[in-house]
Nanobody, 120 residues
């Protein structure tokens, strides 16, 4: 079994900061790409930021310059530092990762999500 557990969400005022964490646990052999998605009420889930095992990073245009994704391979954890938050950043944030277990191919895993609410 592999689990992704997010933490760090909450309520913050516009202009504030939050740091999300996503820890992968279980029988893990390797983690390829990992990232953060978000889904606001009434909207489709969208990519926020992603990082490969080699360190290549991709951001949504809406968060460039404000959000920073990073990962600690030793801890199987990916982070999302969110600065200068805006009300439109309000959403449930989901962690995603491509993980291989011993003897298996990479599979796509999702966390259950953490709510980020930005008040104006």
């Amino acid at each position: 079994q592999v689990q992704l557990v997010e933490s760090g969400g909450g309520l913050v005022q516009a202009g504030g900061s939050l740091r999300l964490s996503c820890a992968a646990s279980g029988s893990i052999f390797s983690i390829n790409a990992s990232g953060w998605y978000r889904q606001a009420p009434g909207k489709q889930r969208e990519l926020v930021a992603a990082i490969t095992s080699g360190g290549r990073i991709n951001y949504a245009d809406s968060v460039k310059g404000r959000f920073t994704i990073s990962r600690d391979n030793a801890k199987n954890t990916v982070y999302l530092q969110m600065n200068s938050l805006k009300p439109e950043d309000t959403a449930v944030y989901y962690c995603n990762a491509d993980i291989s277990r011993p003897g298996t191919l990479y599979l796509d895993y999702w966390g259950k999500g953490t709510l980020v609410t930005v008040s104006s």
